[in-house]
């Protein structure tokens, strides 16, 4: 069971918008949040740092935003390619550790 | 182009070692902390332990604390992990992951990941 709590699955039509959401505690509210895109057998891809801002390359199709204690990836705009695992990260204090939320499966329907 | 290519995994019997090293190349190694991340066959990501650039600050999940070891040697432009005392749960797919530049603390060098290796299989198994 993971420190930050994310749905295991999400789903949305080609060309829609879909949010991830993930949801912590102290850890969220007092450190960044990173998001990562892991396609099938391959390593992660770094999406989302510093809470909402975009490497570059990445589209801004991809956008996040945090508050409070969650904080939610927004796709839009939904392609077939984007249908691979999410994964949400930051630090937690109380651990003295990195976490990452348990991983969230878009289906691209 | 950064690349980080990760070696050294394989089976080994519970209770083993085995020592993983990760080559680093495309960018100015000796100025970023490190990272080990791993994840277990259909699992999620689990971070594991942070290096930062100067090698004072070593950090460890509690899963592996006191089991296994990061270090690195920057003349080579190499970051390795020996893991002792292995267990079956450490069954994972290891990823050399790249932290942040100039970073001492681990807060700080950890804030984002933003280049991975493809990962070395490690199976503890007897």
């Known amino acids: 069971q993971s420190v930050l709590t994310q749905p295991p699955s999400v789903s949305a039509a080609p060309g829609q918008k879909v949010t991830i959401s993930c949801s912590g505690s102290?850890?969220?509210?007092?450190?960044?949040v990173s998001w990562y895109q892991q396609l099938p057998g391959t390593a992660p891809k770094l999406l989302i740092f510093d809470n909402h801002k975009r490497p570059s390359g990445i589209p801004d199709r991809f956008s996040a935003s945090k508050s409070g204690t969650s904080a939610t990836l927004v796709i839009t705009g939904l392609q077939t390619g984007d249908e691979v695992d999410y994964y949400c990260?930051?630090?937690?204090?109380?651990?003295?550790?990195?976490?990452f939320g348990g991983g969230t499966k878009l289906t691209v329907l | 182009e950064v690349q980080l290519v990760e070696s050294g995994g394989g089976w080994v019997q519970p209770g083993g070692s085995l020592r993983l090293s990760c080559a680093a190349s495309g960018f100015t190694f000796n100025t970023y902390s490190m990272n080990w991340v791993r994840q277990a066959p259909g699992r999620g990501l689990e971070w594991i332990s942070y290096g930062s650039y100067t090698s004072v600050t070593k950090t460890y999940a509690d899963s592996v604390r006191g089991r296994f070891t990061i270090s690195r040697d920057n003349a080579r432009n190499e970051l390795y992990l020996q893991m002792n005392t292995l267990r079956v749960e450490d069954t994972a797919v290891y990823y050399c992951v790249r932290g942040l530049e100039y970073m001492e603390s681990t807060v700080t060098g950890t804030r984002w990941f933003d280049s991975w290796g493809q990962g070395t299989l490690v199976t503890v198994s007897s």
């Open positions: 990260a930051t630090w937690d204090n109380s651990l003295s550790a990195v976490v």
């Open positions: 102290f850890n969220i509210a007092n450190n960044f």
